[in-house]
Structure formats: C-alpha cells, structure tokens
C-alpha cells in the first residue's frame, strides 16, 4: 500500500484510482459461424441462439479488428 505524508508525524494511506479495463484486457464472445457480424457481452445473449458454428472467447480489439460490430441487444442504447 502507498503512502502520502501529510505531516510529519501522520502518514495517511493513497487510495489508487480505479481503473477501467483497455481495449485489449476486455473480452467478448463471437460466434464462427460464417455470417455472424456482431460481437457480444456474455456467451448467453439471444443474439447467439443461432449460431451455426461455435461460440467463442476473444479479446475486443480482436473482434474489432475482424469488422464484428457491437450486438443491438447486449450493447442496447439507453
């Protein structure tokens, strides 16, 4: 743990700031099937109920730099 001297005689604890995944740490599913366009949230959106080859664990740049796209369902705007 890090610590900031405030004074002399009392030293208080730095909390670190929190810090949000990259690109290349955040994981998503795919499907291989040769049509499928779109990249999801969990391997159990109904965006994969038919998926005609395998679902599939990658990270978001890989799926970005396939052309996939985010699923409508999972990445819904609100």
């Known amino acids: 743990m890090l610590y900031c001297l405030v004074s002399f005689f009392y030293m208080q604890p730095v909390v670190a700031p929190k810090t949000f995944p990259t690109v290349s740490e955040t994981y998503v599913y795919i499907c291989t099937g040769g049509s499928s366009k779109r990249y999801h949230k969990t391997d159990r959106c109904k965006g ?14 890989y799926a970005e730099d396939k052309g996939r796209t985010p699923c409508k369902i999972c990445y819904k705007k609100r």
Not at 48 to 61: Q, R, S, Y
């Open 48 to 61: 994969l109920d038919n998926c005609k080859g395998t679902i599939k664990k990658v990270t978001l740049a």
